[in-house]
């Protein structure tokens, strides 16, 4: 499976792995070899890591956790307890191991590793310039939260291929529609 990465940070590509919350609740982590196949396109690691079924449900677990983090920054709340232990653990994990041979640096690591990222990636937002931009992508079925970089912050879709092409056809739709009598 090719995975979409536009967000810009490891963890806003990471929670559309769960896409159309509430509406069609795409799960695209269905099989541990997915979750394998997610961190090497994201360059997390270069091989696969090993997941198993727990590894797969932990990450689910971790990724449904950081969403909630991620959504009460865009909303205003106060996250969870559970939420904000959750991902801590999974933040005080080893980091992927980095070695540089004679053709690069390579990086490795386990299931845990690629989620100590990703839950970094989460704590780091939370402290970051990047909090005060995130937004919700416009598109009603779509849940990705994206951080609007534009100069006006007038940005409303996560990108342009995809919810952005699809508003705007729509929209030019809509004028035809409306100047042809």
Request: net charge neutral; hydrophobic share 40%; with cysteine.
């Amino acid at each position: 499976m090719e995975f979409e990465f536009i967000a810009d940070r490891p963890v806003l590509d990471f929670l559309p792995t769960l896409a159309e919350r509430g509406h069609t609740d795409v799960e695209h982590l269905n099989a541990p070899d997915d979750l394998s196949d997610w961190a090497v396109q994201a360059g997390i690691v270069e091989r696969p890591p090993r997941v198993d079924r727990a590894g797969l449900r932990r990450a689910v677990d971790v990724r449904e956790a950081m969403f909630r983090l991620v959504k009460t920054l865009i909303d205003g709340d106060v996250p969870a307890a559970a939420d904000r232990e959750l991902v801590n653990a999974a933040a005080a994990a080893p980091m992927p191991t980095l070695r540089l041979d004679d053709d690069g640096v390579h990086r490795t690591g386990d299931v845990d590793a690629v989620l100590a990222v990703l839950a970094r990636d989460c704590l780091e937002l939370h402290d970051s310039d990047d909090r005060g931009r995130l937004r919700w992508c416009a598109d009603e079925h779509c849940t990705r939260p994206f951080i609007d970089r534009s100069r006006g912050a007038r940005r409303r879709w996560c990108g342009m291929r995809g919810c952005g092409d699809r508003a705007k056809a729509a929209a030019y739709r809509r004028r035809r529609r409306i100047a042809s009598p």
